[in-house]
């Protein structure tokens, strides 16, 4: 059956820029291009289709497809991260920084969200909020490994793909129960993430009635004092 919005899907792909790697699902692929992210999980990502969970381009690519389809798509700037916006750099006082401004560094300021330092100039600091890849035109080699149906399974693949983690759950007459990792309270991902992960959980996956979160706390075991 052809692929249609709405369906679930199991993806790898690669994305470059010209030669070079700039994302990519596989990860020897990463650790050859120089991306590799330790803390990253690898492998295919579980996707719906239609959603934008991976680039416009890329997204609207695999309408159509079936199963086991392999492919090279070319994605313009306007189906990729936008065209390059010269108003988006802007300089600002050195001293509106907490911390010493340096090229290249991430920053985010309250009203204008996140951008790169591109400049010091004495006490001028110039940042780009336009995103790193806008402007630019992307490839992506796509392979569809399968159409993923079982709800549970739909269910990981959207908390991976938010959250970046894979986290043990479970489905019961369409309640899903989650048991939280330890230390997720601190995870600035998930906390961003949890909403859209529930709201799309009820929203594109069918069968899901009830969400439930377990986060458990198991008191520290004491160290018996050695008798001298």
């Known amino acids: 059956m052809a692929i249609k919005d709405g369906d679930f899907i199991r993806l790898s792909y690669t994305g470059k820029v010209g030669n070079n790697v700039f994302d990519t699902t596989d990860e020897d692929e990463a650790k050859k291009a120089g991306i590799h992210n330790q803390n990253a999980t690898y492998g295919p990502v579980t996707i719906c289709v239609g959603q934008k969970h991976v680039i416009l381009g890329l997204d609207e690519e695999l309408v159509g497809k079936?199963?086991?389809?392999?492919?090279?798509?070319?994605?313009?700037?306007?189906?990729?991260?936008?065209?390059?916006?010269?108003?988006?750099?802007?300089?600002?006082?050195?001293?509106?920084?907490?911390?010493?401004?340096?090229?290249?560094?991430?920053?985010?300021?309250?009203?204008?969200?996140?951008?790169?330092?591109?400049?010091?100039?004495?006490?001028?600091?110039?940042?780009?909020?336009?995103?790193?890849?806008?402007?630019?035109t992307l490839t992506y080699e796509y392979t569809i490994e399968e159409i993923v149906r079982e709800p549970l399974e739909q269910l990981k693949g959207l908390v991976r793909l938010y959250s970046g983690r894979d986290m043990e759950m479970t489905l019961?007459?369409?309640?899903?129960?989650?048991?939280?990792?330890?230390?997720?309270?601190?995870?600035?991902?998930?906390?961003?993430?949890?909403?859209?992960?529930?709201?799309?959980?009820?929203?594109?996956?069918?069968?899901?009635?009830?969400?439930?979160?377990?986060?458990?706390?198991?008191?520290?075991?004491?160290?018996?004092?050695?008798?001298?």
């Open 66 to 136: 079936k199963a086991g389809s392999k492919g090279t798509v070319t994605v313009t700037p306007e189906k990729a991260f936008g065209k390059r916006d010269p108003k988006r750099v802007r300089s600002f006082p050195k001293s509106q920084f907490k911390e010493k401004p340096v090229r290249g560094m991430p920053v985010r300021l309250e009203e204008q969200g996140e951008g790169t330092v591109v400049d010091v100039i004495g006490s001028k600091v110039i940042v780009d909020f336009n995103a790193p890849l806008a402007g630019q």
């Open 172 to 228: 019961d007459d369409g309640k899903a129960t989650l048991i939280l990792p330890p230390g997720i309270i601190y995870d600035r991902r998930w906390l961003l993430w949890r909403g859209r992960i529930i709201h799309e959980g009820f929203e594109m996956i069918k069968g899901i009635s009830e969400i439930v979160l377990v986060e458990t706390f198991k008191k520290p075991e004491k160290k018996e004092e050695k008798s001298e």
